[in-house]
């Protein structure tokens, strides 16, 4: 066989039914994985803050953590498994458009239409796709308390607050919540033996408040509050989340560092030291993952010409089965 005739051959194989149908295969898993899995907000070539990011995850994941980092299932987005698959499109999509173009007088318009369905949406694949990698961003854990906007300070946004329990929602053009996990909100209220309240503090940037609210997730399951006035700084763990929501507190001298005490709570409690009452109160969050993709409309429609495409080819062969059984009779 000559180099032409394979050439030809590959030139076949290329714009056939089992390459392009093997790429859309493989990018469907993409999809699914990406919503699956936890996906970096970051890329893996800024190291720092991925590994930070990976430490986030890692009690999520478990041991599974680093080998699913290693094969780039956790930034499928800029990972090579995706591009790779879209680089393998084009391929396809080209090949189809030559072929409908050379082959375009001796088609039947149905047969026109098809491929030009097929061409049509392979390109808004590609369009799509190529939105979400250039604008595209993810916010992995966004926790917020009932009735409370969503505050996405990185991206500048806020969003108004959401209510029932939709696992997903969108909001406005290509922005997507994704409900993954639950959380837990932990209020703080302090008071002395007068019974006035103490204040409390979140930070040393921050402002002394009489009641303070923190937000524990899995990814971020730790917080940190003081009382600077009776030199106490207390480290909150989530332990379980909900429903079997457990809470570590302990309490440390902020002068020394010493651990005083520490001890579980679960659901609302009391924590009491020689001259102050600390009353905690938890209850469920949910965690949302924030998506924005632009392209995201243009890769539905893309996929939906595909399948009607698809449906298309299948009835016409199931015509032509049924008409040659006909003449066969």
């Known amino acids: 066989m000559s180099w032409r005739q394979?050439?030809?051959?590959?030139?076949?194989?290329?714009?056939?039914p089992t390459f392009l149908t093997g790429i859309l295969a493989f990018l469907g898993l993409i999809l699914l994985l990406s919503l699956v899995l936890p996906q970096a907000p970051v890329s893996p070539a800024d190291k720092a803050a991925f590994s930070r990011w990976l430490a986030e995850v890692q009690p999520t994941l478990g041991r599974w953590t680093e080998p699913l980092a290693a094969l780039?299932?956790?930034?499928?987005?800029?990972?090579l498994w995706q591009r790779s698959a879209l680089a393998l499109l084009s391929l396809a999509v080209?090949?189809?458009?030559?072929?409908?173009?050379?082959?375009?007088?001796?088609?039947?318009?149905?047969?026109r239409i098809r491929r030009i369905m097929i061409c049509a949406g392979g390109s808004l694949l590609l369009l799509g796709w190529g939105?979400?990698?250039?604008?595209g961003w993810v916010e992995p854990a966004v926790v917020t308390w009932p009735g409370e906007s969503l505050v996405l300070p990185e991206q500048g946004l806020t969003l108004s607050p959401v209510t029932g329990t939709h696992r997903w929602l969108r909001r406005?053009?290509?922005?997507?919540?994704?409900?993954?996990?639950?959380?837990?909100?932990?209020?703080?209220?302090?008071?002395?033996?007068?019974?006035?309240?103490?204040?409390?503090?979140?930070?040393?940037?921050?402002?002394?408040?009489?009641?303070?609210?923190?937000?524990?997730?899995?990814?971020?399951?730790?917080?940190?509050?003081?009382?600077?006035?009776?030199?106490?700084v207390?480290?909150?763990?989530?332990?379980a989340p909900p429903p079997a929501a457990s809470i570590q507190i302990q309490i440390y001298r902020s002068s020394t560092g010493e651990l005083v005490t520490e001890t579980n709570l679960s659901g609302s409690g009391d924590l009491f030291t020689s001259n102050l009452r600390l009353h905690l109160e938890s209850i469920p969050l949910p965690c949302r993952r924030v998506i924005y993709n632009p392209g995201a409309p243009l890769t539905a429609l893309?996929?939906?010409?595909?399948?009607?495409?698809?449906?298309?080819?299948?009835?016409?062969?199931?015509?032509?089965?049924m008409t040659n059984e006909t003449n066969g009779r």
Request: aromatic fraction near 10%.
């Open 234 to 239: 207390f480290r909150a763990n989530m332990q």
């Open 6 to 16: 394979r050439a030809e051959q590959a030139w076949d194989w290329f714009g056939g």
């Open 172 to 232: 406005g053009y290509g922005l997507y919540l994704l409900h993954t996990d639950t959380g837990l909100g932990l209020e703080a209220q302090a008071w002395d033996d007068a019974g006035d309240p103490v204040l409390l503090q979140a930070s040393t940037q921050s402002a002394p408040q009489e009641s303070l609210r923190l937000a524990l997730s899995a990814p971020n399951p730790e917080a940190y509050f003081a009382l600077p006035s009776a030199d106490l």
């Open 72 to 79: 780039g299932w956790l930034s499928l987005r800029s990972s």
């Open 131 to 135: 939105m979400q990698l250039i604008w």
């Open 94 to 111: 080209a090949v189809r458009a030559a072929g409908l173009v050379e082959s375009w007088p001796q088609l039947a318009v149905c047969e």
């Open 302 to 321: 893309g996929w939906l010409l595909l399948a009607v495409a698809g449906i298309g080819k299948k009835l016409q062969i199931k015509n032509e089965e």
